[in-house]
């Protein structure tokens, strides 16, 4: 017979095992799982363009730096004329993840 004690104790470890890592977004193939939008802002009517793969790389604005950190940033270097688009990055993952996936993350 089970006290509570003892169900209360099992419950997290039950959790855990319902997960099993499935991607590693991480080092020098870090953007080859995502597809760049590579087209001008059309959600919130921003003036941004967002860059496909290649010009965000030769923009250095989607990189993998020396320490093998991805870098994703917003062209700060260049002056935007009114009613210009500023460059930016705008990506989505390849992969489709179920309702109730874990994703934990490690920014700056
Ligand atoms: C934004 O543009 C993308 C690519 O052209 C398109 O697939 C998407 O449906 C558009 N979204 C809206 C809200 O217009
Ligand atoms: C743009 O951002 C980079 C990275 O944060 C920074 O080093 C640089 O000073 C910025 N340039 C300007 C003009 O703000």
């Known amino acids: ?3 509570p004690l003892t169900v209360l104790a099992l419950l997290p470890i039950q959790c855990l095992a319902q997960y099993s ?5 991480s080092g020098s193939g870090f953007f080859d799982e995502w597809n760049f ?3 001008a802002d ?4 921003g003036d941004l363009f967002y860059l496909d793969r290649s010009a965000a790389a030769s923009q ?7 320490a093998g950190n991805a870098v ?3 062209d700060n270097f260049t002056n935007v004329a009114l009613n ?8 989505e993952s390849k992969d489709l993840y179920d309702i109730g996936s874990l994703w934990i ?3 700056v």
Not at 21 to 25: A, C, K, P, S, T
């Open 1 to 3: 017979m089970k006290s």
């Open 21 to 25: 890592l499935v991607r590693d977004y």
């Open 37 to 39: 939008f590579g087209n």
């Open 42 to 45: 059309n959600l919130t009517s």
């Open 60 to 66: 250095k604005l989607a990189f993998v730096n020396d």
């Open 72 to 74: 994703v940033r917003v």
């Open 84 to 91: 210009d688009k500023r460059n930016s990055i705008r990506v």
């Open 105 to 107: 993350i490690d920014t």
